[in-house]
């Protein structure tokens, strides 16, 4: 497995870039995100991705170890292949990528030429749990869970219970189950209302 390439810059274009690592030049396709963090004609360092195939033997270059981590978690998703995981990684910067997984944002996701419905819901399932391990982004989720309850409370105002009473309330089920939805919140507090 190459897992990274050190050497001169000889082409670059948006999509792909040739380094010349002693004599050797090496063919490696990017990412546009990739692309703006490269010089031109210098020496660079790469890090890659060797997607070996039947027909072909394929590498994709990285300017991050962060930004290759988040390619190897996308394509290990059943319908992401090599090419929609860098047309994601072009779209978005690989923290938009992190924060939208976290915080179960399945509009961005879906944003990203070539991926629909499910398959962005795959990806959040898929990935949510490992993102948040790897990167610690707790506070992303806790945040999605802040929205919940909030949401919640109003729907709770709306039905006639004071703001006091349900926050409390809300606060206890919260801290039992910070994945809770929405519903299950409302259900949760009505029940202890």
């Given amino acids: 497995m190459i897992t990274h390439l050190q050497g001169r810059l000889v082409e670059k274009t948006p999509t792909d870039v040739v380094i010349d690592c002693n004599g050797v030049g090496y063919f490696v396709n990017i990412s546009l995100h990739t692309f703006s963090q490269l010089p031109s004609g210098e020496n660079v360092k790469l890090f890659t991705h060797l997607q070996v195939r039947e027909d072909a033997h394929i590498l994709y270059g990285f300017s991050g170890v962060a930004e290759r981590e988040i390619f190897r978690l996308l394509i290990s998703v059943s319908g992401i292949g ?112």
């Fill in 82 to 193: 090599a090419s929609i995981a860098r047309t994601m990684l072009s779209s978005l910067s690989p923290q938009q990528i992190t924060e939208a997984i976290a915080g179960s944002d399945v509009a961005t996701i879906q944003s990203v030429k070539g991926i629909g419905a499910k398959t962005a819901q795959r990806v959040l399932l898929d990935l949510k749990d490992k993102i948040i391990k790897v990167y610690g982004l707790e506070s992303i989720s806790e945040l999605s869970s802040n929205t919940n309850k909030n949401e919640a409370l109003s729907a709770l105002e709306t039905l006639g219970f004071t703001r006091k009473q349900a926050e409390k309330v809300c606060d206890t089920i919260v801290k039992q189950n910070p994945e809770a939805s929405v519903e299950e919140i409302i259900k949760e507090a009505l029940k202890k209302l």
